[in-house]
């Protein structure tokens, strides 16, 4: 089993980071409130115990997503985990990968004309070709230069 961290942006580990700053402050802030006036309902008590769930939630769902956001190839499946969220995919549904050399960009096509974009370190672009291949000697692999692609932009 083989695994390949996702490779993120600047501005989404900016955005990760900006939630989870939010999800501190609102928590805070209902804490604050909490404790300032307290609660004199059922309705007080409903939207604090819903505040504070939601903050947690949220937070725990980014944290997540920084930490387990990875593929995993095995021997029969390219499993693509997205922090909580996850997807399979049968390796002998794969028909094949392109590599975009201009647009540093890898890609997998499926037999039913659907693909997915691999977004990992160009690094290791190689190596998970290679493993995809390895497990499943059935799958293509092409590539492109950043003249041809070029190319098609200006058709």
């Avoid at 980071?17 to 008590?45: H, K």
């Amino acid at each position: 089993m083989k695994k390949y961290p996702f490779r993120f942006s600047k501005l989404m580990i900016f955005i990760f980071v900006l939630g989870l700053i939010l999800c501190v402050g609102g928590f805070a802030l209902n804490l604050m409130r909490l404790l300032s006036y307290g609660a004199e309902d059922a309705y007080g008590w409903i939207s604090y115990v819903l505040l504070f769930f939601v903050s947690v939630f949220l937070a725990v769902i980014i944290i997540s997503m920084l930490i387990r956001s990875q593929y995993v190839i095995n021997d029969q499946y390219l499993i693509m985990q997205f922090g909580i969220i996850r997807s399979k995919y049968e390796l002998k549904k794969i028909a094949s990968v392109h590599l975009f050399q201009g647009a540093k960009k890898l890609a997998v096509y499926f037999d039913d004309n659907r693909y997915m974009a691999i977004v990992v370190n160009d690094a290791w672009f190689d190596d998970f070709v290679k493993t995809l291949t390895d497990k499943n000697p059935s799958i293509g692999f092409s590539f492109s230069t950043a003249e041809e692609e070029d190319e098609l932009k200006k058709k």
